[in-house]
T-cell receptor
Framework: GEDVEQSLFLSVREGDSSVINCTYT??????LYWYKQEPGAGLQLLTY?????DMKQDQRLTVLLNKKDKHLSLRIADTQTGDSAIYFC???????????FGQGTELSVKP | DTAVSQTPKYLVTQMGNDKSIKCEQN?????MYWYKQDSKKFLKIMFS???????INETVPNRFSPKSPDKAHLNLHINSLELGDSAVYFC?????????????FGPGTRLLVL
């Protein structure tokens, strides 16, 4: 089946690292995605990882993929108050165009 | 120079009315999508068009009808609006490739049905 799971909330202090976790059930996806949604705003494509990679780094963002366990994580280094948002993990099973989203993790960054 | 744009941004209307939401993309993509985000922030696909042809049609009431006049535009018309239609509707676009379809989203249309 197609299912993507995330924890709902994460609270960190400014300057700490944040790690947002995601598990998925369908192993056919070529890419796995992270989207960011700030309050009242649209969905911003943050980063994505090709399914044959284990890790992708992009400035403060590090994506780790464990295909065996179907586990994806997003690490944000030196978290800032501007990183407060909802982060969605998503996949497209069978390259069929339909993005399947997790429930979103609300990241709260305290000064 | 917004990549994916939607109008209107906010829509407040009465139950039973008919309304349309418009979407345009200037990324040169060949595929466009409509997603619905409910009050719990859950996102689900509704429709997708590739080169003006409907390719994804999820279980959505017949009151919702998408229309794609060309590759750069995808509109959503909703008849006889109900309270449960209140949500944020997102348009997205991508290039259709065999390996996957990285999708870029518009700012959303916040629909409130009273």
């Amino acid at each position: 089946g197609e299912d993507v799971e995330q924890s709902l909330f994460l609270s960190v202090r400014e300057g700490d690292s944040s790690v947002i976790n995601c598990t998925y059930t369908d192993s056919s996806s070529t890419y796995l995605y992270w989207y960011k949604q700030e309050p009242g705003a649209g969905l911003q494509l943050l980063t994505y990882i090709f399914s044959n990679m284990d890790m992708k780094q992009d400035q403060r963002l590090t994506v780790l993929l464990n295909k065996k366990d179907k586990h994806l994580s997003l690490r944000i280094a030196d978290t800032q108050t501007g990183d407060s948002a909802i982060y969605f993990c998503a996949e497209i099973p069978n390259q069929g165009g339909k993005l399947i989203f997790g429930q979103g993790t609300e990241l709260s960054v305290k000064p | 120079d917004t990549a994916v744009s939607q109008t209107p941004k906010y829509l407040v209307t009465q139950m039973g009315n008919d309304k349309s939401i418009k979407c345009e993309q200037n990324l040169g993509h060949d595929t466009m999508y409509w997603y619905k985000q409910d009050s719990k922030k859950f996102l689900k696909i509704m429709f997708s068009y590739n080169n003006k042809e409907l390719i994804i049609n999820e279980t959505v009431p017949n009151r919702f009808s998408p229309k794609s006049p060309d590759k750069a535009h995808l509109n959503l018309h909703i008849n006889s609006l109900e309270l449960g239609d209140s949500a944020v509707y997102f348009c997205a676009s991508s290039q259709w490739t065999a390996g996957g379809q990285t999708q870029y989203f518009g700012p959303g249309t916040r629909l409130l049905v009273l």
